[in-house]
């Protein structure tokens, strides 16, 4: 069955600092895979998606990820943090089970950003 | 706009008090799901449906109904809500197939005491 591991469920990071927000998947055909951002009290907003195309992907907001097959990741980046990039990210893998279509999410990386 | 809504936002309510979080969306998916977000524990799928009268449970589906009865809405029902499903309420919606990405809803912060 597929799934993520998000490791790290805190990062803290400097404005204007690196970002990294690691994502491993666990699947058994070529996966489909998503960063998810949450705000504050709202919903999850699609950063950007992997469907194995290009494996360097570009998102919203100057977030990029690259898809790496043989280590299994899809690491989230962006070069210069910024105060309203504090937000929990999820990182999730389509996965068909049984017929049905479903995404499988990580448990969320919660960024902190500090002045 | 496309979009996907929820109703109420926010709701307090008492032990076994029956109660219906309503789902919508405006961009004729066929796919519809509802998850539950918890701290330190993701979102987790509680039912999906693939299209109209078609549902199905997810990984957590106790103590939850769901119906589609129309293509646009899926509301989830708590025949008789406990303390444990206190919790933040996403629905989404999807096209069947393809990248299969999800829009969300702005959630539902459901506590139940």
């Known amino acids: 069955a597929q799934s993520v591991t998000q490791l790290g469920s805190h990062v803290s990071v400097s404005e204007g600092a690196l970002v990294l927000l690691r994502c491993n998947y666990s699947s058994s055909v070529p996966p489909y895979l998503f960063w998810y951002v949450q705000y504050p009290n709202q919903g999850l907003q699609l950063l950007l998606k992997?469907?194995?195309?290009?494996?360097l992907v570009k998102g919203i907001n100057g977030f990029e990820a690259e898809f790496k097959k043989s280590e299994t990741s899809f690491h989230l980046t962006k070069p210069s943090a910024h105060m309203s990039d504090a937000a929990e990210y999820f990182c999730a893998v389509r996965t068909d089970q049984g017929g049905s279509e479903k995404l499988v999410f990580g448990k969320g990386t919660k960024l902190t950003v500090n002045p | 706009e496309a979009q996907v809504t929820q109703n109420p936002r926010y709701l307090i309510t008492v032990t076994g008090k029956k109660l219906t979080v309503t789902c919508s969306q405006n961009m004729n998916h066929e796919y519809m799901s509802w998850y539950r977000q918890d701290p330190g524990l993701g979102l987790r799928q509680i039912y999906y449906?693939?299209?109209?009268?078609?549902?199905d449970k997810g990984d957590v589906p106790e103590g939850y109904k769901v119906s589609r009865k129309e293509k646009r809405n899926f509301p989830l029902i708590l025949e008789s809500p406990s303390p444990n499903q206190t919790s933040l309420y996403f629905c989404a919606s999807s096209r069947r197939g393809g990248s299969y990405e999800q829009y969300f809803g702005p959630g539902t912060r459901l506590t139940v005491t």
């Open positions: 449906s693939m299209n109209v009268e078609v549902t």
């Open positions: 992997y469907t194995s195309a290009a494996t």
